[in-house]
Protein backbone atom coordinates (compact mmCIF):
# COMPACT_ATOMS: atom_id res chain seq x y z
CA UNK A 1 0.00 0.00 0.00
CA UNK A 2 1.24 3.46 -1.07
CA UNK A 3 1.60 4.78 2.82
CA UNK A 4 1.51 1.38 4.87
CA UNK A 5 5.65 1.44 4.38
CA UNK A 6 5.78 5.03 5.73
CA UNK A 7 3.57 4.73 8.96
CA UNK A 8 5.23 1.09 9.80
CA UNK A 9 8.85 3.46 9.62
CA UNK A 10 6.77 6.54 11.58
CA UNK A 11 5.93 4.18 14.42
CA UNK A 12 9.74 2.76 14.58
CA UNK A 13 10.99 6.64 14.68
CA UNK A 14 9.13 7.17 17.55
CA UNK A 15 9.57 4.04 19.36
CA UNK A 16 13.50 3.77 18.07
CA UNK A 17 14.50 7.17 17.30
CA UNK A 18 18.45 6.52 17.96
CA UNK A 19 18.55 4.05 15.09
CA UNK A 20 15.42 5.09 13.22
CA UNK A 21 17.04 8.36 12.18
CA UNK A 22 20.28 7.72 10.82
CA UNK A 23 18.71 7.68 6.99
CA UNK A 24 19.53 9.94 4.87
CA UNK A 25 16.86 11.64 2.54
CA UNK A 26 16.75 14.50 -0.34
CA UNK A 27 14.56 17.59 0.28
CA UNK A 28 12.04 15.44 -2.26
CA UNK A 29 12.63 12.57 -0.42
CA UNK A 30 11.92 13.59 2.39
CA UNK A 31 8.74 15.89 2.20
CA UNK A 32 7.26 12.40 0.13
CA UNK A 33 8.27 10.55 3.43
CA UNK A 34 6.09 13.66 5.39
CA UNK A 35 3.16 13.71 3.43
CA UNK A 36 2.47 9.73 2.98
CA UNK A 37 2.69 9.27 6.21
CA UNK A 38 -0.07 12.48 6.80
CA UNK A 39 -2.51 10.05 5.32
CA UNK A 40 -3.48 7.89 7.53
CA UNK A 41 -3.96 10.86 10.12
CA UNK A 42 -5.49 13.13 7.60
CA UNK A 43 -7.73 10.56 6.96
CA UNK A 44 -9.07 9.49 10.80
CA UNK A 45 -8.99 13.37 11.92
CA UNK A 46 -11.71 13.89 8.95
CA UNK A 47 -13.95 11.00 10.01
CA UNK A 48 -13.44 11.90 14.06
CA UNK A 49 -14.46 15.61 13.07
CA UNK A 50 -17.40 14.92 10.65
CA UNK A 51 -18.54 12.25 13.68
CA UNK A 52 -18.00 14.88 16.39
CA UNK A 53 -19.91 17.45 14.32
CA UNK A 54 -22.66 15.48 12.83
CA UNK A 55 -23.45 14.06 16.21
CA UNK A 56 -23.33 17.37 18.05
CA UNK A 57 -26.04 19.48 15.59
CA UNK A 58 -28.10 16.12 15.34
CA UNK A 59 -28.44 17.05 19.47
CA UNK A 60 -29.14 20.42 19.00
CA UNK A 61 -31.74 19.43 16.22
CA UNK A 62 -29.70 22.46 13.47
CA UNK A 63 -30.80 22.04 10.20
CA UNK A 64 -28.17 19.66 7.86
CA UNK A 65 -27.27 22.31 5.62
CA UNK A 66 -25.72 23.61 9.09
CA UNK A 67 -23.95 20.01 10.13
CA UNK A 68 -22.54 20.12 6.61
CA UNK A 69 -21.28 23.39 6.79
CA UNK A 70 -19.38 22.88 10.15
CA UNK A 71 -18.38 19.26 8.98
CA UNK A 72 -16.96 20.56 5.90
CA UNK A 73 -14.80 23.12 8.10
CA UNK A 74 -13.57 20.49 10.52
CA UNK A 75 -12.18 18.44 7.58
CA UNK A 76 -10.43 21.37 5.69
CA UNK A 77 -8.60 21.86 9.42
CA UNK A 78 -6.31 18.91 9.73
CA UNK A 79 -5.78 19.54 5.89
CA UNK A 80 -4.63 23.12 6.06
CA UNK A 81 -2.54 22.36 9.06
CA UNK A 82 -0.82 19.33 8.18
CA UNK A 83 -0.56 19.64 4.42
CA UNK A 84 -0.28 23.25 3.88
CA UNK A 85 1.23 25.00 7.07
CA UNK A 86 3.14 22.59 8.94
CA UNK A 87 5.14 21.54 6.07
CA UNK A 88 6.12 25.56 5.41
CA UNK A 89 7.02 25.38 9.21
CA UNK A 90 9.60 22.29 8.19
CA UNK A 91 10.85 24.33 5.94
CA UNK A 92 11.79 27.29 7.55
CA UNK A 93 12.72 26.25 11.43
CA UNK A 94 14.96 23.23 9.34
CA UNK A 95 16.77 27.07 7.64
CA UNK A 96 17.12 28.76 11.37
CA UNK A 97 18.16 25.40 12.67
CA UNK A 98 21.14 25.42 10.12
CA UNK A 99 21.96 29.34 10.67
CA UNK A 100 22.29 29.11 14.01
CA UNK A 101 23.87 25.79 14.10
CA UNK A 102 27.07 27.06 11.83
CA UNK A 103 27.10 30.26 13.69
CA UNK A 104 27.53 28.68 16.65
CA UNK A 105 29.95 25.99 14.50
CA UNK A 106 28.29 23.03 15.53
CA UNK A 107 26.73 21.74 12.34
CA UNK A 108 28.91 19.80 10.33
CA UNK A 109 26.48 18.87 7.39
CA UNK A 110 24.58 20.76 4.82
CA UNK A 111 20.75 21.99 5.51
CA UNK A 112 19.55 18.69 3.84
CA UNK A 113 20.33 16.61 6.97
CA UNK A 114 18.99 19.50 9.43
CA UNK A 115 15.67 19.30 7.48
CA UNK A 116 15.49 15.67 7.46
CA UNK A 117 16.41 15.87 11.78
CA UNK A 118 12.88 18.19 11.46
CA UNK A 119 10.80 16.11 9.45
CA UNK A 120 11.69 13.38 11.83
CA UNK A 121 10.86 15.40 14.91
CA UNK A 122 7.44 15.93 13.51
CA UNK A 123 6.52 12.26 13.58
CA UNK A 124 5.04 11.90 16.74
CA UNK A 125 2.65 14.82 16.32
CA UNK A 126 1.85 13.75 13.08
CA UNK A 127 1.05 10.54 14.12
CA UNK A 128 -1.56 11.31 17.01
CA UNK A 129 -2.89 14.51 15.30
CA UNK A 130 -6.04 12.96 15.16
CA UNK A 131 -5.95 12.70 18.70
CA UNK A 132 -5.31 15.99 19.55
CA UNK A 133 -9.09 17.31 18.52
CA UNK A 134 -10.38 14.49 20.89
CA UNK A 135 -12.42 17.01 23.71
CA UNK A 136 -10.42 17.45 27.28
CA UNK A 137 -8.15 14.60 25.90
CA UNK A 138 -6.86 16.58 23.08
CA UNK A 139 -4.48 19.04 24.79
CA UNK A 140 -2.77 16.36 26.98
CA UNK A 141 -1.99 14.30 24.45
CA UNK A 142 -0.68 17.55 22.25
CA UNK A 143 1.45 18.17 24.97
CA UNK A 144 2.85 14.50 25.42
CA UNK A 145 3.37 14.52 21.47
CA UNK A 146 5.41 17.36 21.54
CA UNK A 147 7.68 16.46 24.49
CA UNK A 148 7.86 13.05 22.38
CA UNK A 149 8.25 15.03 19.14
CA UNK A 150 11.59 17.17 20.79
CA UNK A 151 13.35 14.06 22.30
CA UNK A 152 13.15 12.61 18.32
CA UNK A 153 14.59 15.84 17.06
CA UNK A 154 17.37 16.13 19.58
CA UNK A 155 18.14 12.62 18.58
CA UNK A 156 18.25 12.91 15.04
CA UNK A 157 19.72 15.93 14.83
CA UNK A 158 22.31 14.30 16.66
CA UNK A 159 22.68 11.30 14.39
CA UNK A 160 21.99 13.65 11.28
CA UNK A 161 24.47 16.54 11.70
CA UNK A 162 27.10 14.03 13.71
CA UNK A 163 27.16 15.92 17.00
CA UNK A 164 26.70 14.90 20.52
CA UNK A 165 23.18 14.85 22.17
CA UNK A 166 24.21 17.65 24.41
CA UNK A 167 24.80 20.02 21.63
CA UNK A 168 22.07 18.98 19.45
CA UNK A 169 19.78 19.99 22.67
CA UNK A 170 21.45 23.05 22.97
CA UNK A 171 20.77 24.02 19.18
CA UNK A 172 17.25 22.56 19.87
CA UNK A 173 16.40 24.57 22.73
CA UNK A 174 18.12 28.17 22.27
CA UNK A 175 17.24 28.30 18.50
CA UNK A 176 12.99 28.82 19.03
CA UNK A 177 14.55 30.83 22.61
CA UNK A 178 16.49 33.17 20.55
CA UNK A 179 14.00 33.93 17.72
CA UNK A 180 11.24 34.78 20.69
CA UNK A 181 13.69 37.49 21.82
CA UNK A 182 14.12 38.34 18.45
CA UNK A 183 10.29 39.19 17.07
CA UNK A 184 9.30 40.48 20.87
CA UNK A 185 12.07 43.02 19.73
CA UNK A 186 10.75 43.96 16.69
CA UNK A 187 7.44 44.03 18.27
CA UNK A 188 8.51 46.22 20.77
CA UNK A 189 10.50 48.65 18.35
CA UNK A 190 7.50 49.00 16.03
CA UNK A 191 5.51 49.40 19.62
CA UNK A 192 7.72 51.89 20.50
CA UNK A 193 7.98 54.05 17.18
CA UNK A 194 3.68 53.83 16.78
CA UNK A 195 3.87 55.49 19.57
CA UNK A 196 6.53 58.12 18.80
CA UNK A 197 4.85 58.72 15.79
CA UNK A 198 1.36 58.95 17.82
CA UNK A 199 3.58 61.82 20.02
CA UNK A 200 4.89 63.71 17.04
CA UNK A 201 1.26 63.74 15.00
CA UNK A 202 -0.74 65.15 17.98
CA UNK A 203 -2.42 61.82 18.50
CA UNK A 204 -1.20 61.80 22.42
CA UNK A 205 -0.66 65.56 23.87
CA UNK A 206 2.20 66.20 26.57
CA UNK A 207 -0.02 66.46 29.24
CA UNK A 208 -1.63 62.89 28.84
CA UNK A 209 -0.01 59.95 28.65
CA UNK A 210 0.12 56.24 26.44
CA UNK A 211 -3.33 55.89 27.94
CA UNK A 212 -4.59 59.41 27.94
CA UNK A 213 -5.08 59.71 31.68
CA UNK A 214 -3.84 63.58 32.68
CA UNK A 215 -2.00 63.63 36.06
CA UNK A 216 -5.18 65.10 37.40
CA UNK A 217 -6.75 61.68 36.54
CA UNK A 218 -9.07 62.39 33.97
CA UNK A 219 -8.71 61.66 30.24
CA UNK A 220 -7.50 63.95 27.06
CA UNK A 221 -9.10 63.20 23.81
CA UNK A 222 -8.80 64.39 20.34
CA UNK A 223 -12.04 65.20 18.54
CA UNK A 224 -13.16 66.21 15.70
CA UNK A 225 -13.80 69.99 14.63
CA UNK A 226 -17.17 70.65 15.76
CA UNK A 227 -17.57 67.33 18.22
CA UNK A 228 -17.47 68.86 21.88
CA UNK A 229 -18.82 66.52 25.29
CA UNK A 230 -21.64 64.29 25.66
CA UNK A 231 -23.89 65.53 28.08
CA UNK A 232 -23.07 69.22 26.36
CA UNK A 233 -25.62 71.35 24.19
CA UNK A 234 -24.02 72.44 20.87
CA UNK A 235 -21.93 75.46 21.48
CA UNK A 236 -22.94 78.84 19.71
CA UNK A 237 -19.84 81.10 18.63
CA UNK A 238 -20.01 84.26 20.56
CA UNK A 239 -17.88 87.45 20.06
CA UNK A 240 -14.26 86.59 21.62
CA UNK A 241 -13.96 87.88 25.16
CA UNK A 242 -12.19 90.61 27.03
CA UNK A 243 -9.27 88.58 27.29
CA UNK A 244 -8.97 88.12 23.89
CA UNK A 245 -7.21 90.50 21.55
CA UNK A 246 -7.79 90.36 17.86
CA UNK A 247 -5.22 91.42 15.20
CA UNK A 248 -2.49 91.13 18.75
CA UNK A 249 0.97 89.66 18.45
CA UNK A 250 0.71 85.53 18.86
CA UNK A 251 3.73 85.74 21.12
CA UNK A 252 1.22 87.30 24.14
CA UNK A 253 -1.97 85.97 23.24
CA UNK A 254 -5.16 84.92 25.71
CA UNK A 255 -8.44 83.09 24.35
CA UNK A 256 -11.13 82.63 27.95
CA UNK A 257 -14.10 82.24 28.56
CA UNK A 258 -16.16 81.86 31.72
CA UNK A 259 -19.05 80.90 29.96
CA UNK A 260 -20.07 77.34 29.95
CA UNK A 261 -20.88 75.61 26.28
CA UNK A 262 -19.84 78.29 24.27
CA UNK A 263 -17.71 79.45 22.13
CA UNK A 264 -15.27 81.99 21.46
CA UNK A 265 -13.07 82.85 18.55
CA UNK A 266 -9.69 85.19 18.42
CA UNK A 267 -6.96 86.55 16.03
CA UNK A 268 -3.69 86.98 16.28
CA UNK A 269 -0.98 87.84 13.81
CA UNK A 270 2.31 85.91 13.98
CA UNK A 271 5.77 86.40 12.14
CA UNK A 272 6.77 83.25 12.27
CA UNK A 273 8.95 80.49 14.47
CA UNK A 274 7.66 78.58 17.40
CA UNK A 275 5.01 79.12 19.73
CA UNK A 276 4.31 77.62 23.02
CA UNK A 277 0.30 76.74 23.60
CA UNK A 278 -1.17 76.49 27.05
CA UNK A 279 -4.58 74.86 27.41
CA UNK A 280 -7.06 74.27 30.63
CA UNK A 281 -10.88 73.68 30.76
CA UNK A 282 -11.34 75.37 34.32
CA UNK A 283 -14.59 75.69 35.56
CA UNK A 284 -16.55 74.62 33.02
CA UNK A 285 -14.09 70.97 32.59
CA UNK A 286 -13.34 71.02 29.59
CA UNK A 287 -11.89 72.37 26.46
CA UNK A 288 -11.44 72.14 22.75
CA UNK A 289 -9.20 74.61 20.76
CA UNK A 290 -8.89 74.90 17.08
CA UNK A 291 -5.68 76.86 15.58
CA UNK A 292 -6.35 77.73 11.72
CA UNK A 293 -4.22 79.65 9.66
CA UNK A 294 -5.11 82.08 7.13
CA UNK A 295 -3.65 79.67 4.77
CA UNK A 296 -6.89 77.59 5.70
CA UNK A 297 -4.65 74.55 7.02
CA UNK A 298 -5.26 73.47 10.70
CA UNK A 299 -2.25 73.48 12.88
CA UNK A 300 -3.46 72.53 15.87
CA UNK A 301 -7.29 70.66 17.04
CA UNK A 302 -6.95 69.51 20.47
CA UNK A 303 -9.51 68.41 23.54
CA UNK A 304 -9.08 67.01 27.00
CA UNK A 305 -10.58 67.18 30.30
CA UNK A 306 -8.17 68.70 31.82
CA UNK A 307 -9.11 72.33 34.50
CA UNK A 308 -5.96 73.70 35.28
CA UNK A 309 -3.64 75.36 32.64
CA UNK A 310 -1.39 73.13 30.80
CA UNK A 311 1.98 73.51 28.61
CA UNK A 312 0.72 71.89 25.89
CA UNK A 313 4.10 71.54 23.98
CA UNK A 314 5.21 73.72 21.03
CA UNK A 315 4.45 74.52 17.85
CA UNK A 316 6.39 75.97 14.95
CA UNK A 317 4.16 77.89 12.77
CA UNK A 318 4.48 79.74 9.58
CA UNK A 319 4.10 83.60 9.24
CA UNK A 320 0.41 85.11 9.07
CA UNK A 321 -2.67 85.23 11.32
CA UNK A 322 -4.19 82.47 12.81
CA UNK A 323 -7.67 82.00 14.23
CA UNK A 324 -8.31 81.17 17.41
CA UNK A 325 -11.52 78.61 19.02
CA UNK A 326 -11.75 78.04 22.28
CA UNK A 327 -15.09 75.77 23.06
CA UNK A 328 -16.05 75.40 26.46
CA UNK A 329 -17.82 72.32 28.56
CA UNK A 330 -20.98 72.36 30.50
CA UNK A 331 -19.31 72.58 34.34
CA UNK A 332 -18.02 70.22 36.73
CA UNK A 333 -14.56 71.83 36.60
CA UNK A 334 -12.58 74.18 38.62
CA UNK A 335 -9.23 76.78 38.34
CA UNK A 336 -11.05 79.79 36.67
CA UNK A 337 -12.08 80.57 33.44
CA UNK A 338 -11.34 78.30 30.53
CA UNK A 339 -8.24 79.37 28.48
CA UNK A 340 -5.94 79.26 25.59
CA UNK A 341 -2.31 80.88 25.57
CA UNK A 342 -0.13 81.14 23.06
CA UNK A 343 3.82 83.08 23.93
CA UNK A 344 7.04 82.39 23.34
CA UNK A 345 8.00 81.17 26.39
Known sequence: MIFFDELLRGIDIMLHPGSATTKKMSIGEAFSFYYKLTLVPVIISIAIAALFVIAFYSFIQSSPLLAGIGALGFILLPLASLWIINPIGIFVSAGLYQIFGKLFRQFRNDYTATLNAVVYGTVPTVLFYWAIIIPMLGNLIAFVMGIWG?????????????????????????????????????????????????????????????????????????????????????????????????????????????????????????????????????????????????????????????????????????????YITLTTGNGGGAYGNAVVQLSTS
Request: proline fraction near 4%.
Open 150 to 322: LIVLVIAMSKQQKISTAAAFGISILVPIIIGVIVAVIIFVFAFAMFGTFMHSGILTSNSSPFGINSSGSTATSLPSGIIPSGSSAATPQNPSATSANYSSCSSFTLSSSSYDTTVKGICTWSGGKLSVYLGGGNSGWEAVTIKGADNKIYLQQSSSVWQLTDYGVLNLPAQNY
